[in-house]
């Protein structure tokens, strides 16, 4: 089993920044993807960003490139999440996944491992 725990999440004004923590512990793959999905009460879970474990290449879903950015501490076994130039759409409960790099991790059904949420707030 693998726990996840997310931190960060809060209120913030448009244009502001955020940074999101997770922090895994317990058992872990050889080659891991974590990253970070978001909902609003009513949609689906989207896919935000990920990050590989072992060499650190990132990937972004389309809506948050260029203002939002991943990145991890293998020492600490967390991987964070800088949100910057934050938009009212942006507001959603932030889920910190992990699974195997193998599977597709932009995928929530592929998706081994998920964290509790922490909620972002951005006020217009």
């Known amino acids: 089993q693998v726990q996840l725990v997310e931190s960060g999440g809060g209120l913030v004004q448009a244009g502001g920044s955020l940074r999101l923590s997770c922090a895994a512990s317990g058992r872990t793959f050889s080659d891991t993807a974590m990253g970070w999905f978001r909902q609003i009460p009513g949609k689906e879970r989207e896919f935000v960003a990920a990050i590989r474990w072992i060499g650190g290449s990132a990937d972004y879903a389309d809506s948050v490139k260029g203002r939002f950015t991943i990145s991890r501490d293998n020492a600490k076994n967390t991987v964070y999440l800088q949100m910057n130039s934050l938009k009212p759409e942006d507001t959603a409960v932030y889920y910190c996944?992990?699974?195997?790099?193998?599977?597709?991790?932009?995928?929530?059904?592929?998706?081994?491992?998920w964290g509790k949420g922490t909620l972002v707030t951005v006020s217009s």
């Open positions: 996944a992990a699974t195997p790099y193998y599977k597709d991790y932009k995928i929530t059904g592929d998706v081994d491992y």
